[in-house]
């Protein structure tokens, strides 16, 4: 089993759609999370970090629930720009403080 | 300011090459991440440096694999004996200190391709 796991899409969305996607991840002593978003043959750039509170960032809103352990992007009134890769990212915590497990990724495509 | 910097952009070399792939971190980053991306996959870990010292190598395939950063700064992937399976973008990154709460900036990558 990976440790990050993502439905790797395509999501094919109107602009102005909403869309979510979610993410698993096995190590539950996982100690942070993030979104990272990379357009095609480009470095992936930090979206946002995922709280347990849940947090908001214009019309992105991130969750997280470690009970099921499993993250959640939602992404509101879809953009043309909007159409990338998302990335779901876990820090694994006690052994692997300094490092980033990715998964896969889900492709968003956002059409007129 | 000038993000991480990757040199070259793209390699092409033959089965059984050796090759080295440069990273020049933020200035002012001690912390210093090697990551590769296969077609299709996330970035997957490589080695992690805190200053001039590799404090977590354990994502390193195998022996063939060794990274340096003598002075703390640039750092160099070296892969000797390379194979087709080592095709790759390699991504570099770095961030101000290590931990989670530290922010990593990629860089562009290195594409690695063994023919």
């Known amino acids: 089993r990976k440790e990050v796991e993502q439905d790797p899409g395509p999501f094919n969305v109107p602009e102005g759609a909403t869309v979510a996607f979610n993410c698993t991840y096995s190590n539950s002593a996982s100690q942070s999370f993030f979104w990272y978003r990379q357009d095609c043959r480009k470095e992936p750039k930090l979206l946002m970090s995922?709280?347990?509170s849940g947090n908001e960032d214009g019309r992105f809103t991130a969750q997280l629930n470690r009970a099921s352990q499993y993250i959640s992007l939602l992404i509101r009134d879809s953009k043309l720009s909007d159409s990338a890769t998302y990335l779901c990212v876990v820090n694994p915590g006690p052994g692997g403080y300094n490092k980033l497990i990715f998964g896969a990724g889900t492709r968003l495509a956002v059409h007129p | 300011g000038a993000g991480v910097s990757q040199t070259p952009s793209n390699k092409v070399t033959e089965k059984g090459k050796y090759v080295e792939l440069r990273c020049d971190p933020i200035s002012g980053h001690t912390a210093l991440y090697w990551y590769r991306q296969s077609l299709g996959q996330g970035p997957e870990f490589l080695i992690y440096?805190?200053?001039?010292?590799?404090?977590?190598d354990s994502g390193l395939p195998n022996d063939r694999f060794f990274a340096v950063r003598p002075e703390g700064s640039v750092s160099t992937l070296k892969i000797q004996r390379t194979e087709r399976g080592d095709s790759a973008v390699y991504l570099c990154?770095?961030?101000?200190?290590?931990?989670?709460?530290?922010?990593?900036?990629f860089g562009p990558g290195t594409r690695l391709t063994v023919l």
């Open positions: 440096f805190q200053g001039t010292g590799a404090a977590d």
């Open positions: 995922v709280y347990s």
């Open positions: 990154a770095s961030s101000l200190g290590g931990g989670s709460r530290n922010e990593q900036f």
